[in-house]
C-alpha cells in the first residue's frame, strides 16, 4: 500500500507542475491519516485523504483491491454505518446504471428488488444523468441507505476485498462472501462444507456399457444400453444419474423384433415356422397355389433382424396367353373369367365397313397359355387403278395399299395451267371412286391498257394475257415510270406488279428556313418540274443564300436553299471580380441573347444587371463594373497597438488588422478582426486593462524549490484555495486517466480496534 510521502518522491503522478505539485503534498501531508484493519477474509477499505469522481475512485479500488464495495444484506449496512467516518461527501459504492438498469460492477449482476436500499424519494434523477450511487454514512436522516448521483461527483472511495478464492467451494459451488468468512452455495448434485461429496444413483445389472465421470453410479453417470441382433430396447437407450439420486428411468429390456403378419395368398396356401412367436425374427413362411395358377413371387420368405422380411408376399396368378390386339380397321370382343388373356378367356374378331376379314372369327385361351388359332386379319377393298392428266400431276394417299377402300387421289396442273374438273377422289366401300378425274387448262391474266402519257408492248405464249405472257411500259419525254417497266402473268393469273403511271419529275420538297417564310408556284405537282419557290425572313434575321429556286427536269433545283441568320453583337467578357451568364436563344451573342452579370463575395456591382442584343444588333446598354465593399475605418491609440493587412484596398473587403497591447496592459477582447463581404468587421475591437498581480506571477515563475517550500508553509488557507482553483481542467482529465495519483490515504477497517498510521 502507498502512501503521501511516496507520492511527493514522485509529484508527476499528480499530472501537474513540478513546483505547484510539491507544494500541494507538502500542504497535503499536514492532514494525511492512514486507517488499516485487516483479517483473514472479506475487507473494507477507504482513502481518507481526497474525493474522486466514480470512475477515479473504481480504478483506485481495482488498482489495490478488488472493487467498489458491493453489499450484499442489511447486516453489512449496519456495520458499515457503525465503523466508517462521517464525511460531508459521503462514499461511492459500485453500483451504476448501464443500459438503464441498475448493477453490481463488480459481479454484473443487475440490482435486485429485494436488495435495494434506496433513501426516501430515490433514487429521482435529479438535474439527470445521475448514473452512479453514494452511500449515506452517519447522516442525520437516511443513515446507511443510497441516493443516485452524478458520476463526475467527488466523493470518498468504499472498497473492498474479496474472501472468496479461485479454489473455493471445490470449484462445485458459488463462493458467497460475508463479513469475516464466506459460505458455500453448492451446484446441483453436490453438497457439503466446501460442496466436496457427489450425490450417488443405486448400482445397475451389469450389461450396460456406463461412463462415470465424477465417481461410479454417481451425479453426471451415463449408461448406455444395447440388445443382441434381431431384438431391440423396451424404453430409453441411455440413463443418466441426477442430482436427485435418481436414474432418468427405469432399465429397459430386449424383445425380439417383429415382422408385419402375413396373410395367405388369393388361390394359394401358407405354411410358417416360427422360433421366437408369430411373424418374429427369423420366423420362415413357404407359399402354394392351387392347379391352375402359378406364384408370382418368392417361394419362402424369412424375418430379419430389422423387422423386415426377406422380399414381398408371392401372388397366385392364372396361367396367362400371349395378349391380343385389333386388327387393324377391325374390332376385338373378349370375355375374361380370371383375367385380362388368362385360361378360358375367348375372343371374337369383326372387320370394319370396306374390309373383309380372312382367318378364324373366334379364338380361345387354353390351359397351356396358348390360343386355339392365329388371330385374322382385315383386308381393304379395291378400287380401278388411275393415270396422270395431260399437263398435270397425280398425287395419291394409299392407308391400306395401292387404290383400295379410302385411297385419295389429288390432281394438280404444271405451273400456268389450273384445272377443269374435281380436285380430289376417293375410293368408297364399293370399290368405286368418287368422280371422273379431272383436265389442266392454261390460266388467264386480267387484260392490260397503256397508261396515260405512256405506251404499252406485250408478248404472248399461251394466248392473249395468259400465263407468261409479258408486258413493257415507257414514258412521254418530261415524266417517269412510277411502278415496274416490265410485268409478267404468274400462275395464280395475276401480274407481278401493278400497272406503272407515268408522273412528272420530282424535286426534293422544300421547308421554310428557320426563322423564315417559303412561297412556291407548282405546274405538275407539288416540287415538280418547273416548279418556283421563292424565301424571305423575320425582324432580326438575314437571308444567306438565293433568294428564288427553280425545279429542273433532272429532278433539282437551281441553286441551295438559303438561311435565316440571327444578327450578331460584339462578344461580352466578364467583368474583373464578376461572372458572366448569358442565354443565347440563336447563337452566341445573337439576337435576343440575353447577358446576365454578378459580382464575387465582397464585390459590389455598378451599372445595369442585365443587357439584351437587339435587332439591329447592339446591346441594350454598357457592361458594368465590380467594386470592392469596404468596411469602417479603425483608429488605435495606446496602449493598443493595431497591424493591419489590406490586400484589396484600404480597409476594404479581406482586410484584416490584429490587436496588442503595451507592456503593463492584457488585452480585453479578440486579437483579429476581419473585414467581412457584408462590410461589418468580424468583431468588436478589443480594450487594454491594466494587469494585476504580478508579484505571484513571479513567485511562480522565478522561485526555487527551497523557497517554494518555505512560501508554502507560510501561505494562508486562502492562497492555497487560490492556487488549487487554478488548476485546469486537463490536469483533473490527467488524474482520471491515472487514478494511482492519490493513493496516499487508504482506510482499511472491521470489527476490531483501529491503528493511525502517518
Not at 191 to 201: I, K, N, P, S, T
Not at 672 to 688: E, F, G, L
Request: glycine share 8%; proline share 5%.
Amino acid at each position: 500500500m502507498g502512501s503521501a510521502v511516496g507520492l511527493c518522491s514522485s509529484p508527476r503522478a499528480w499530472g501537474c507542475d513540478w513546483n505547484i505539485a510539491r507544494l500541494l503534498c507538502f500542504a497535503a501531508i499536514s492532514w494525511v491519516l492512514m486507517t488499516q484493519m485487516e483479517v483473514g477474509a472479506w475487507t473494507y477499505h477507504y482513502g481518507d485523504k481526497s474525493d474522486y469522481s466514480w470512475e477515479v475512485a473504481r480504478n483506485f479500488c481495482r488498482s489495490f483491491y478488488t472493487d467498489l464495495v458491493a453489499i450484499q444484506n442489511q447486516r453489512e449496512i449496519a456495520y458499515l454505518n457503525s465503523v466508517l467516518p462521517h464525511h460531508r461527501t459521503y462514499y461511492w459504492i459500485g453500483i451504476r446504471k448501464i443500459n438503464n438498469v441498475w448493477t453490481w460492477v463488480g459481479t454484473s449482476k443487475a440490482l435486485t428488488k429485494e436488495a435495494e436500499n434506496w433513501a426516501s424519494r430515490e433514487p429521482n434523477n435529479k438535474g439527470r444523468n445521475q448514473d452512479c450511487v453514494e452511500m449515506y454514512i452517519k447522516r442525520d436522516n437516511d443513515a446507511g441507505r443510497w441516493n443516485d448521483e452524478r458520476c463526475q461527483k467527488k466523493k470518498r472511495a468504499l472498497c473492498y476485498q474479496a474472501s472468496c478464492q479461485s479454489s473455493s467451494c471445490s470449484q462445485r459451488g458459488d463462493c458467497v462472501e460475508t463479513i469475516g468468512n464466506y459460505t458455500c452455495d453448492c451446484y446441483p448434485g453436490f453438497y457439503g462444507l466446501e460442496c466436496e461429496h457427489v450425490v450417488r444413483c443405486k448400482n445397475l445389472d451389469p450389461g450396460p456399457d456406463c461412463s462415470h465421470p465424477l465417481g461410479e453410479y454417481s451425479y453426471n453417470s451415463t449408461c448406455k444400453f444395447l440388445c443382441q441382433e434381431g431384438f431391440e430396447l423396451q424404453g430409453l437407450d441411455t440413463l443418466q444419474c441426477l442430482e436427485s439420486g435418481n436414474w432418468t428411468a427405469e432399465a429397459p429390456e430386449c424383445a425380439a423384433l417383429k415382422c408385419p403378419v402375413l396373410a395367405t395368398p388369393g388361390r394359394g396356401q401358407l405354411n410358417c415356422t416360427n422360433w421366437h412367436g408369430d411373424f418374429t425374427y427369423n420366423s420362415t413362411c413357404a407359399f402354394s397355389c392351387e392347379t391352375g395358377f402359378v406364384r408370382n413371387g418368392s417361394e419362402t420368405l424369412e424375418c430379419t433382424a430389422l423387422g423386415q422380411w426377406t422380399g414381398h408376399p408371392p401372388h397366385c396368378e392364372a396361367v396367362k396367353c400371349p395378349v391380343l390386339d385389333s386388327p387393324d380397321r377391325g374390332q376385338l370382343n373378349c370375355t375374361h373369367r380370371h383375367g385380362d388373356f388368362t385360361y378360358n378367356s375367348t375372343c371374337a374378331f369383326s372387320c370394319e365397313t370396306g374390309f373383309v376379314r380372312n382367318g378364324s372369327e373366334t379364338l380361345e385361351c387354353t390351359a397351356l397359355g396358348q390360343w386355339t388359332g392365329h388371330p385374322p386379319r382385315c383386308e381393304a377393298v379395291k378400287c380401278p387403278v388411275l393415270d396422270s392428266p395431260d399437263r398435270g400431276q397425280l398425287n395419291c394417299t394409299h392407308r391400306h395399299g395401292d387404290f383400295t377402300y379410302n385411297s385419295t387421289c389429288a390432281f394438280s396442273c404444271e405451273m400456268g395451267f389450273v384445272r377443269n374438273g374435281s380436285e380430289t377422289l376417293e375410293c368408297t366401300a364399293l370399290g368405286q371412286w368418287t368422280g371422273h378425274p379431272p383436265r389442266c387448262e392454261a390460266v388467264k391474266c386480267p387484260v392490260l391498257d397503256s397508261p396515260d402519257r405512256g405506251q404499252l408492248n406485250c408478248t404472248h405464249r399461251h394466248g392473249d394475257f395468259t400465263y407468261n405472257s409479258t408486258c413493257a411500259f415507257s414514258c412521254e419525254t418530261g415524266f417517269v415510270r412510277n411502278g415496274s417497266e416490265t410485268l409478267e402473268c404468274t400462275a395464280l393469273g395475276q401480274w407481278t406488279e401493278h400497272p406503272p403511271r407515268c408522273e412528272a419529275v420530282k424535286c426534293p420538297v422544300l421547308d421554310s428556313p428557320g426563322r423564315g417564310q417559303l412561297k412556291c408556284t407548282h405546274w405538275h405537282g407539288d416540287f415538280t418540274y418547273n416548279s418556283t419557290c421563292a424565301f424571305s425572313c423575320e425582324t432580326g434575321f438575314v437571308r444567306n443564300g438565293s433568294e428564288m429556286l427553280e425545279c429542273t427536269a433532272l429532278g433539282q433545283w437551281s441553286d441551295h436553299p438559303p438561311l435565316c441568320e440571327a444578327v450578331m453583337c460584339p462578344g461580352l467578357a466578364a467583368p474583373g471580380r464578376g461572372r458572366l451568364n448569358c442565354t443565347h436563344w440563336y447563337g452566341d451573342f445573337a439576337y435576343n441573347s440575353t447577358c446576365a452579370f454578378s459580382c464575387e463575395t465582397g464585390f459590389v456591382r455598378n451599372g445595369s444587371e442585365t443587357v439584351e442584343c437587339t435587332a439591329l444588333g447592339q446591346w441594350t446598354g454598357s457592361p458594368p463594373l465590380c467594386e470592392v465593399m469596404r468596411c469602417p475605418k479603425l483608429r488605435g491609440l495606446e496602449p493598443i497597438l493595431m497591424n493591419c493587412s489590406h490586400p484589396l484596398g484600404s480597409f476594404s473587403y479581406g482586410s484584416v488588422c490584429r490587436f496588442r497591447c503595451t507592456q503593463g496592459y492584457f488585452l480585453n477582447g479578440t486579437s483579429r478582426v476581419r473585414c467581412q463581404p457584408d462590410a461589418h468587421w468580424s468583431d468588436k475591437m478589443p480594450t487594454c486593462q491594466e494587469e494585476a498581480a504580478p508579484y505571484f506571477k513571479q513567485v511562480l515563475l522565478y522561485m526555487g524549490g527551497g523557497a517554494v517550500a518555505l512560501v508554502a508553509l507560510l501561505l494562508t488557507g486562502m492562497l492555497i484555495a487560490l492556487l488549487i482553483k487554478r488548476l485546469s481542467d486537463k490536469e483533473e482529465e490527467k488524474t482520471l486517466l491515472n487514478p494511482t495519483s492519490d493513493l496516499g490515504v487508504t482506510g482499511v477497517f472491521t470489527n476490531a480496534t483501529f491503528d493511525s498510521n502517518l
